[in-house]
């Protein structure tokens, strides 16, 4: 196994699906400028209620990635 520097950044993604398609939208949108990525970590999740029901959910992440 190689030894191995990673750098981590936060995102929020949202969805008005659910916390893992919420979760999905951030990685894929951070994979279109950011390569290398390896992990995530869900620090907090929130919703938003729009007339009694939920509407969107919003999933912020500690995502990391190797340097090159």
Do not use: C, P
């Not at 929020?12 to 994979?31: C, E, F, R, Y």
Request: aromatic share 8%; charged share 25%.
């Amino acid at each position: 196994m190689n030894d191995h520097v990673y750098k981590h950044i936060e995102l929020t993604g949202s969805s008005s699906l659910g916390s893992d398609d919420a979760v999905k939208n951030a990685i894929a949108k951070a994979g279109e400028s950011i390569r290398h990525i390896q992990w995530f970590q869900v620090i907090d999740t929130r919703g938003h209620v729009k007339d009694g029901k939920v509407a969107h959910w919003q999933v912020t992440l500690k995502v990391g990635f190797t340097l090159e």
